[in-house]
């Protein structure tokens, strides 16, 4: 429990005495913090799945069907000497992949929006988590997870550290498990012709 007490010098700055509940200790906090604070917790909660950065992104792995894939990233210097970022399905076989196509899904995961938080769930069965489409698991600076489930028309998830579950927008749901299931094998020049 935070507690935030008086000012803690002129009123212009907003700064103010603020200590945890079961410390001595007391801090001064700017006032934007207490201007926060009083917008609630609806709008200070992340309003996407997940906020994933490609550029961060080290790797995921999808569970979907039974089925886990690993995608790993690593750095490759062309024929000019630049430094390009490259994609690969390491489990369960070894292929390089569209860069941009894996990008795009990556992309899709942090452009999905959260419509509504059930604070209160019922049962994960009730919200067809009990067996999820699909799991995600991002590894970054800082690891996360969502697990995504289609039941009747509506799409729900669950995610790391949250308890809620999550109504999603069913459109940009849809739209990420199919950039998802469509992470294919790159095309050899001879593919291509």
Same mark, same amino acid.
């Given at each position: 429990?935070?507690?935030?007490?008086?000012?803690?010098?002129?009123?212009?700055?907003?700064?103010?005495?603020?200590?945890?509940?079961?410390?001595?200790? /007391? !801090?001064?906090?700017?006032?934007?913090?207490?201007?926060?604070?009083?917008?609630?917790?609806?709008?200070l909660?992340?309003? +996407? @799945?997940?906020?994933?950065?490609? =550029?961060?992104?080290?790797?995921?792995?999808?569970?979907?069907?039974?089925?886990?894939?690993?995608?790993? +990233?690593?750095?490759? %210097?062309?024929?000019?000497?630049?430094?390009?970022t490259?994609?690969?399905?390491?489990?369960?076989?070894?292929?390089? @992949?569209?860069?941009?196509?894996?990008?795009?899904? @990556?992309?899709?995961?942090?452009? /999905?929006?959260?419509?509504?938080?059930?604070?209160?769930?019922?049962?994960?069965? !009730?919200?067809?988590?009990?067996?999820?489409?699909?799991?995600?698991?991002?590894?970054?600076?800082?690891?996360?997870?969502?697990?995504?489930?289609?039941?009747?028309?509506?799409? =729900?998830?669950?995610?790391?550290?949250?308890?809620?579950?999550?109504?999603?927008?069913?459109? +940009?749901?849809?739209?990420?498990?199919?950039?998802? %299931?469509?992470?294919?094998?790159?095309?050899?020049?001879?593919e291509?012709?």
């Amino acid at each position: 429990t935070l507690q935030i007490g008086g000012l803690a010098g002129d009123e212009e700055d907003g700064k103010r005495h603020a200590r945890e509940k079961s410390s001595s200790l /007391v !801090a001064v906090i700017p006032g934007a913090i207490v201007t926060d604070l009083e917008k609630g917790m609806g709008e200070l909660r992340a309003k +996407k @799945l997940l906020e994933v950065a490609t =550029y961060d992104t080290e790797g995921f792995d999808v569970d979907s069907e039974g089925a886990t894939e690993t995608y790993a +990233k690593s750095t490759a %210097e062309d024929d000019v000497g630049l430094d390009q970022t490259r994609w690969k399905r390491t489990a369960p076989d070894e292929v390089e @992949l569209e860069t941009t196509t894996v990008e795009d899904a @990556l992309f899709k995961l942090s452009g /999905v929006e959260i419509l509504e938080f059930l604070d209160q769930p019922s049962e994960p069965a !009730a919200y067809g988590l009990d067996a999820p489409a699909l799991r995600i698991a991002v590894r970054a600076k800082t690891d996360s997870w969502a697990e995504i489930a289609r039941k009747d028309d509506d799409v =729900y998830a669950r995610r790391s550290g949250d308890d809620a579950v999550l109504k999603l927008d069913p459109t +940009k749901a849809n739209e990420l498990i199919e950039a998802l %299931e469509g992470l294919e094998p790159q095309k050899t020049a001879e593919e291509s012709d």
